[in-house]
């Protein structure tokens, strides 16, 4: 387990620039996952995250009418909040570097890209769970050793 492809997200769910910030919401609270590739005819052409949508929809302290709320939601698009272009990752990039682009770019997530299709992604957490393994191993020579 040293490089992308071995610790990836190998399922990844994905959105267009065209769609609306509500079904953007729907899919991240229906997946449990902070952030979308942005997909154009089968290319990565964005990311998104729960926080671009958050701040696309203005602060929960502003009071409007529900209808304006829902109307916003289906109204702006993905496009208008999306991350044109992420850094991205092929499968074979060394866990480390992915671990130092991660921190260096202070993002949680990198799509993980091979012949301009997202055949991944790479969370912090995913990176957090790596570490475990290798403390927990760590660990285990250690008291063998003993």
Not at 37 to 55: F, Y
Not at 96 to 108: P, S, T
Not at 121 to 132: A, E, G, N, Q, V
Request: proline share 5%; hydrophobic share 45%.
């Amino acid at each position: 387990m040293n490089v992308a492809a071995d610790i990836m997200s190998g399922v990844v769910i994905t959105i267009t620039p065209d769609s609306s910030i509500g079904d953007a919401i729907a899919l991240m609270r229906e997946g449990g996952f902070r952030r979308l590739p942005v997909i154009e005819d089968g290319r990565l052409v964005g990311i998104v995250t729960d926080r671009d949508l958050r701040q696309a929809t203005n602060s929960p302290l502003v009071l409007r009418e529900r209808w304006y709320s829902d109307f916003l939601l289906e109204a702006i698009k993905v496009k208008s909040c999306m991350t044109a272009d992420p850094i991205t990752i092929a499968p074979d990039t060394p866990v480390l570097d992915a671990a130092r682009l991660l921190r260096q770019h202070k993002i949680g997530g990198l799509p993980v890209v091979q012949d301009g299709a997202v055949v991944g992604i790479i969370t912090t957490t995913d990176i957090l769970d790596y570490l475990i393994v290798l403390l927990e191993r760590e660990q285990g020579e250690e008291a063998a050793e003993s």
